[in-house]
Nanobody
Framework: QVQLVESGGGLVQPGGSLRLSCAFS????????MGWYRQAPGRQRDLVAT???????NYADSVKGRFTISRDNPTSTAYLQMNSLKPEDSAVYYC???????????WGQGTQVTVSA
């Protein structure tokens, strides 16, 4: 059973940076494409960024140039480096894993990011 555990969220001032981590366990990391989504109160869960097993990335327009998704296959960890944070980036951030060979997918429990002065 795949488990995803996020960490690294918190309170940061506008313009600041945070790095989120997602620890993957329970299967072979390379078999999964990884992603980060976020959900603000009263809003739907939106895509932030994705990365394939080979490192191909995709970003929401709202975070391009500010956020960087990466993965470290030997340690089965995905990351989201967030720079130049804005108040509108405040949300619960969820790690997501999608099996490359079918429809199985998994979600982490989420980590809160709050951008406020």
């Amino acid at each position: 059973q795949v488990q995803l555990v996020e960490s690294g969220g918190g309170l940061v001032q506008p313009g600041g940076s945070l790095r989120l981590s997602c620890a993957f366990s329970g299967s072979i990391f390379n078999y999964y494409n990884m992603g980060w989504y976020r959900q603000a109160p009263g809003r739907q869960r939106d895509l932030v960024a994705t990365i394939t097993n080979s490192g191909i990335t995709n970003y929401a327009d709202s975070v391009k140039g500010r956020f960087t998704i990466s993965r470290d296959n030997p340690t089965s960890t995905a990351y989201l480096q967030m720079n130049s944070l804005k108040p509108e980036d405040s949300a619960v951030y969820y790690c997501y894993a999608k099996w490359r060979f079918g429809q199985r997918d998994y979600w982490g429990q989420g980590t809160q990011v709050t951008v406020s002065a």
